[in-house]
Nanobody, 120 residues
């Protein structure tokens, strides 16, 4: 079974930093993209950032210049470095991966989420 386990969330003051990690395990043919999404209470889940297997990245306008996504393919781990945090960043952050099956199909997997709270 494929598992995604997030860590690194917590309470931080505005302007502070956190680093989220997501470790992927299980039977996977190949991981194509890895990403982070977030969801605040009463709001829809939104894309934060993604990183492809070639290292190319994309991110939401709201986090550009503050958040950096990276991946360590050898460790099957994706990171999200969050700097200059704002109260608006408060949400549950979810790790996501897209994988290819042996037969060529694509699958999505999600972690359980980690809470990030930015408050003074």
């Amino acid at each position: 079974q494929v598992q995604l386990v997030e860590s690194g969330g917590g309470l931080v003051q505005p302007g502070g930093s956190l680093r989220l990690s997501c470790v992927v395990s299980g039977s996977i043919w190949r991981i194509y993209t890895m990403g982070w999404y977030r969801q605040a209470p009463g709001k829809q889940r939104e894309l934060v950032a993604t990183i492809a297997s070639d290292g190319s990245t994309s991110s939401a306008d709201s986090v550009k210049g503050r958040f950096t996504i990276s991946r360590d393919n050898a460790k099957n781990t994706v990171y999200l470095q969050m700097n200059s945090l704002k109260p608006e960043d408060t949400a549950v952050y979810y790790c996501n991966i897209q994988t290819r099956r042996w037969n060529g199909g694509l699958d999505d997997y999600w972690g359980q989420g980690t809470q990030v709270t930015v408050s003074s």
